[in-house]
């Protein structure tokens, strides 16, 4: 795609360390000293950040169009040894110049020009607004310049930027790239890894600028000084809370987060920093004492409303974060910290992505490949021998399937004149038949009534492709994810969880839309939809992606598409057949149908797919499992004699 003279949207968050600060630069010492234990922080963006636009250009610029910068600018050539002369004088222009100046060395790359359009970020408030405009500016050379790197690529060029400066942040700072949700990071010599944690309850935070001097470079230098080795007790009492310490809150707090128990992990956020001012506090006592910290912390009134608090970022007088009990709470915190504090405080509230608990099956098409068996059956009541050995219907694996994966309700697109076929389907059998059944296949027809009272039918008046099939599903999407099945093909899982399980696992994690993928051999390319991007996971099964392209040619493919493994160079990855569709997809649809964007005379969910990609990203997910067409005669065929019997 010519990105020459695309304008592209962008917004970064501040992060907030929730627990676990400055064990990231502790953790880098383990190259220096082996005994040193990998230091641990959960880390979130805010609601708090920087919203920008980019387009490609000659120099590299920056221009605000804020009132508090209105008349700030930055403009600079590609040239590298002048940007980081810029990097080093300091300010909020030498964090942009010095990431500019790191990718120019590094990658074949042109100017860019960034406008703040607006900033409700609060700066040197321990809440890193530095590293979001770090990270501003390497998402816009990434995307811009397709440089293909995933969210922890655009995280290193961010830290590498920054270290150009005087700044000379920690690395968790850049965790503010992987948006408004925790991620659980681990500190390892210079190996970093990071983990998306699934939210199960709300959580209500307030944050507030102390409004006090803190000293962050003495701060930083004092515990610098207790390490690579331990010299005296003060020295051994931080490497213990910052090692072993550190590692048992992190392990504590990735527990109740993701099973939702706030009022403990409140409890364990004032334990954390009892231990801080215990342990690390005397390395530093002329900063970490923190007065005006405690005295919040301490505050009788506020712990009425909190389950617990702690101190931000490098800690001392610089930022509080208080958990909340609820909503109300919240507000209560914020206004008594500004009417009686004077504090300037805000929100930060973290909720559970939408629980996904609907799917999509479009079952209108006619099945012409399938003609004429398909005169008197539909496709998907096609049989075909499940892994108990009972020969049903493909639309019942599916629905099976389903309802495992914790589906509460199923939408079938049908075509007109075919609601009373599903209808006589989910009907109990009459008397004479049911009594005729063993027992096990009463159960078993029991289930099948029950599915009648989770289903809904929409009818597809129109066949104007698979895009505008799936439109029909948005009343009953209602915002909502949804899952999307086809119905001419059927899924084996090779783990213990269902592949429908392992999708709705990741969009839990992830919280953006989903397409399913496997792999196939270069040769087949020309008979699917083929997707390429970065691997966004150290286990290489979430793909940040950057192109969908349907069908395209072997050629295309080995020049384009291509995705590196740590096994082989050289991978090609197809659409699986399921698909996690947010809110955002519906309206694409929309507003393709209503312009009559169409590709080869249809509505295509692809080009909707790939639209929203460009404008707010998408992931493909490499499901554990194998997928099983019976669209095709031939490949029917082979279901029957292969399902649940392959690898």
């Keep these: ?169 920690g690395r968790l700072d850049q965790a503010c790239a992987y948006g408004v949700k925790p991620v659980a990071m681990t500190f390892e010599g210079n190996e970093i890894s990071v983990k998306p944690l699934t939210i199960k309850s709300t959580m209500y935070f307030v944050i507030a600028d102390l409004k006090s001097h803190k000293d962050t470079v003495k701060i930083l230098a004092d515990l610098n000084r207790c390490y690579p080795f331990a010299e005296n007790d003060i020295d051994k009492e931080v490497h213990t809370a910052l090692g072993s310490d550190n590692e048992r809150f992190i392990k504590k707090a990735t527990e109740l987060i993701e099973t939702g128990d706030n009022e403990a992990f409140g409890r364990l956020m004032i334990e954390f920093q009892e231990n801080f001012d215990k342990k690390i506090a005397p390395a530093c006592p002329t900063e970490l004492k923190a007065p005006v910290l405690h005295s919040i912390l301490n505050d009788k009134t506020l712990k009425n409303w909190t389950f617990g608090a702690k101190g931000v970022g490098s800690q001392g007088d610089g930022t509080v974060q208080l958990l909340a009990k609820d909503e109300s709470c919240q507000n209560k915190i914020v206004e008594y910290l500004k009417n009686e504090k004077q504090l300037e405080a805000f929100t930060l509230t973290l909720r559970p992505p939408k629980k996904l608990r609907k799917a999509v099956i479009p079952v209108a098409g006619f099945g012409t490949r399938l003609f004429p068996a398909t005169k008197c059956i539909k496709k998907d009541f096609f049989p075909v021998m499940d892994v108990d050995g009972t020969l049903k219907p493909l639309l019942l694996i599916l629905l099976e399937q389903l309802i495992k994966a914790g589906i509460e309700e199923i939408c079938l697109v049908i075509g007109e004149g075919e609601q009373a076929l599903y209808e006589s389907f989910f009907r109990s059998l009459p008397k004479e038949h049911y009594d005729k059944l063993p027992d096990e296949k009463k159960k078993y027809e029991d289930f099948i009534q029950s599915l009648q009272n989770r289903i809904t039918y929409v009818i597809q008046k129109e066949k104007l492709g698979f895009g505008h099939a799936v439109f029909q599903c948005s009343d009953f999407a209602a915002g909502e994810p949804v899952l999307l099945l086809l119905g001419d093909m059927i899924y084996y899982t090779s783990s213990e969880k269902n592949c429908m399980v392992q999708m709705i696992e990741t969009y839990e994690q992830y919280g953006k839309p989903i397409i399913s993928i496997h792999e196939i051999p270069k040769e087949d390319v020309i008979h699917y939809g083929i997707l390429t991007g970065n691997w966004d996971n150290k286990e290489e099964t979430v793909l940040k992606l950057k192109q969908i392209i349907e069908k395209p040619s072997v050629d295309y493919a080995k020049d384009y598409l291509s995705v590196p493994t740590r096994k082989n160079k050289e991978n090609y990855y197809a659409v699986f057949g399921q698909y996690i569709l947010t809110k955002e997809v519906f309206e694409q649809l929309k507003e393709n149908i209503h312009n009559n964007f169409l590709e080869n005379g249809e509505i295509q969910l692809t080009s909707a797919l790939e639209q929203v990609r460009e404008k707010t990203g998408m992931l493909g997910f490499l499901v554990n499992g194998k997928s099983y067409d019976v669209g095709i005669p031939e490949m029917y065929v082979r279901t029957m004699e292969t399902f649940g019997k392959e690898a």
Excluded at 70 to 84: A, H, T, Y
Excluded at 99 to 109: D, G, K, L, Q, T
Excluded at 151 to 168: H, K
């Design 1 to 169: 795609m010519d990105n020459s003279k695309k304008t592209i949207n962008l917004f970064v968050p501040g992060r907030l360390c929730l627990i676990g600060e400055h064990s990231d630069w502790a953790g880098l010492y383990k190259t220096i000293n082996s005994e040193i234990i990998p230091g641990h922080a959960i880390v979130t963006g805010i609601e708090q950040g920087i919203y920008a636009r980019a387009v490609r250009s000659d120099n590299f610029s920056i221009d605000y169009e804020i009132d508090e910068f209105k008349d700030s600018s930055f403009d600079c050539p590609m040239d590298s040894e002048k940007l980081k002369v810029i990097a080093k004088e300091g300010g909020f222009f030498s964090y942009c110049a010095g990431v500019a100046s790191y990718i120019n060395e590094y990658y074949n790359v042109g100017g860019v020009h960034i406008t703040v359009t607006k900033m409700d970020l609060p700066i040197k408030s321990g809440l890193s607004s530095s590293a979001a405009i770090c990270v501003l500016v390497a998402r816009a050379f990434n995307l811009l310049y397709n440089l293909n790197s995933n969210t922890m690529g655009e995280m290193f060029m961010a830290y590498y930027g920054e270290q150009r400066t005087p700044s000379r942040c």
